[in-house]
């Protein structure tokens, strides 16, 4: 390569990005069975601010000028450490970087909500002997885990399931995340009433989205033809995804009465 041209690729050590994609408040309208618990949570859940990275001029241009658009929060980020310098003596040079297969983009066709995703908890009393109505409020029993992923096997999966969280956030503004914990002790002071010669159920489940679409893969290289850059992607393929993402702390309640133990 002439010294003319100067084109230098820092590895991805780490992500600084400090914008969200986050909505203010939430898209997806919540049920009014659906609680948030992030201030009651015993256990404290990394928070899960999406970051959006910013192109530099460079990488914008670069993007601007392929074929298929590029998502990669990855990818992006090695465009945004890329030098090229300009140089009149740049003249008649030509040069093809080939940056790699990667995962371009993911287009969203569906982001629905189950709010029963997984159930977490039960609280019961049974009134069937008793003397006088009382109530029952939620208590987490005992720590539950509960996590997301892909529905099917596609190439560079981290890097799939990073841009459906990214789509899946930006749709439902709902803090997503692809694990979330609930702890132990975990209260909410709602309080829900077991009448007499009744038992009365309260089962908690932990909401989730599920995000479908189709993700696009490709070889990028860089061509570079005198001071003119551009990127150019071939052996461009398409696969359909889907994925289930957990709403990070909240819950969905469900009350029942019944005459006999369930």
């Given at each position: 390569m002439k010294k003319s041209v100067l084109f230098s690729i820092i590895a991805v050590l780490s992500l600084g990005f400090?914008?969200?994609?986050?909505?203010?408040?939430?898209?997806?309208?919540?049920?009014?069975?659906?609680?948030?618990?992030?201030?009651?949570?015993?256990?404290?859940?990394?928070?899960?601010?999406?970051?959006?990275?910013?192109?530099?001029?460079l990488a914008k241009n670069l993007m601007e000028s392929s074929s298929v658009e590029i998502q990669n929060p990855d990818l992006i980020k090695i465009l945004n450490e890329t030098t090229i310098s300009d140089s009149p003596l740049a003249f008649g040079y030509r040069a093809k970087i080939y940056l790699g297969q990667w995962a371009l983009n993911y287009e969203s066709s569906e982001?629905?909500?189950?709010?029963?995703?997984?159930?977490?908890?039960?609280?019961?009393?049974?009134?069937?002997?008793?003397?006088?109505?009382?109530?029952?409020?939620?208590?987490?029993?005992?720590?539950?885990?509960?996590?997301?992923?892909?529905?099917?096997?596609?190439?560079?999966?981290?890097?799939?399931?990073?841009?459906?969280?990214?789509?899946?956030?930006?749709?439902?503004?709902l803090p997503l995340a692809f694990e979330t914990v609930i702890g132990a002790g975990t209260k909410k002071d709602q309080i829900y009433n077991v009448p007499l010669k009744k038992m009365g159920y309260l089962f908690a489940y932990a909401p989730a989205v599920n995000e479908k679409g189709k993700v696009t893969y490709g070889e990028v290289y860089i061509v570079l033809k005198g001071n003119k850059k551009?990127?150019?992607?071939?052996?461009?393929?398409?696969?359909?995804?889907?994925?289930?993402?957990?709403?990070?702390?909240?819950?969905?309640f469900g009350y029942s009465l019944t005459d006999q133990p369930r």
């Open positions: 400090t914008s969200s994609f986050y909505a203010v408040e939430a898209k997806q309208k919540l049920p009014v069975s659906v609680l948030d618990i992030s201030k009651d949570n015993t256990y404290p859940n990394p928070s899960h601010n999406i970051p959006y990275l910013q192109p530099s001029e982001t629905v909500p189950n709010w029963e995703y997984q159930k977490v908890n039960t609280n019961y009393f049974d009134n069937r002997g008793g003397a006088a109505p009382v109530q029952i409020t939620y208590k987490q029993e005992e720590q539950k885990s509960v996590s997301g992923g892909l529905t099917g096997e596609v190439p560079m999966k981290d890097d799939v399931k990073n841009m459906m969280l990214l789509k899946a956030a930006e749709k439902s503004g551009s990127i150019v992607v071939q052996n461009v393929t398409s696969q359909g995804i889907g994925a289930w993402i957990p709403v990070q702390d909240h819950i969905s």
